[in-house]
């Protein structure tokens, strides 16, 4: 409002505007600003990886069926709570497609937060893990990226169970990973909390999901 209010005030003295319409324009100019300044802060706080958004995606690269793409990309399964678990080969464009997912739910304002197992586990090593938790469902997606790349143990499969428990039906998670979910006897955690069927889909989970013994 601040940049925007000299010209407004100038234009409203020179047309004779109704101070109504005066006003009504500069509130305008401050809830841009502000709504500006939010998703500016949630790119920032996000740190996304590699700066991937639906502009260099080519939908029939893709073995997802557009139907199921062109679903995704309206975000409505955000709003409900539902999760996405994307399990293909690697190179396929897992990681893409949910960067640019995370890129589109915050250009729509909303707030995103980005991990790989092992930056999860971090995470929740670092701080009360309660806290850590609760601060990372604040979030209305949360991005769990390439699960079974690395050998994972017993801490990291805590670590992610804490967030899908915690999240359950409040906050939408995408899982990828280029392993099947039924190949989780070989890595842990692998137990997804929805179970696979056409490899890339949102679901609710049936039941809230309990962490697995690893190790
Ligand atoms: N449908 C697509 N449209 C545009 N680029 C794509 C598409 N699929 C893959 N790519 C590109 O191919 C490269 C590999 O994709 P990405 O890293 O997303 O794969 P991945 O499935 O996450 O692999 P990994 O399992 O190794 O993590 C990236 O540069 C990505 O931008
Ligand atoms: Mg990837």
């Not at 005030?9 to 500069?26: F, K, N, Y």
């Not at 062109?70 to 990681?95: C, F, Q, Y």
Request: with cysteine.
């Amino acid at each position: 409002m601040r940049r925007a209010a000299p010209e407004v005030l100038a234009t409203a003295r020179s047309q004779r505007w109704d101070p109504a319409e005066v006003i009504r324009i500069l509130l305008e100019e401050e809830i841009k600003g502000r709504d500006e300044a939010t998703r500016r802060n949630h790119r920032w706080l996000a740190q996304l990886p590699s700066g991937k958004t639906f502009d260099s995606w080519r939908e029939t690269d893709s073995s997802i069926p557009a139907p199921t793409q062109h679903a995704l990309m309206t975000l409505e399964w955000i709003s409900r709570a539902e999760n996405l678990a994307v399990d293909r080969p690697s190179g396929t464009g897992k990681s893409h497609l949910a960067e640019a997912l995370a890129n589109k739910a915050i250009d729509e304002g909303m707030k995103v937060c980005w991990f790989t197992l092992e930056s999860l586990t971090a995470r929740l090593g670092r701080a009360t893990v309660a806290k850590a938790v609760a601060k990372i469902t604040r979030c209305d997606l949360i991005i769990i990226d390439d699960i079974g790349m690395l050998p994972s143990g017993q801490a990291a499969a805590e670590a992610f169970y804490r967030v899908i428990d915690a999240a359950y039906e409040r906050r939408s998670v995408i899982v990828t990973s280029n392993l099947h979910p039924s190949a989780s006897t070989r890595s842990c955690p692998g137990h997804w909390p929805p179970p696979p069927s056409t490899g890339s889909f949102t679901t609710r989970t049936s039941s809230s999901p309990k962490a697995p013994a690893c190790g």
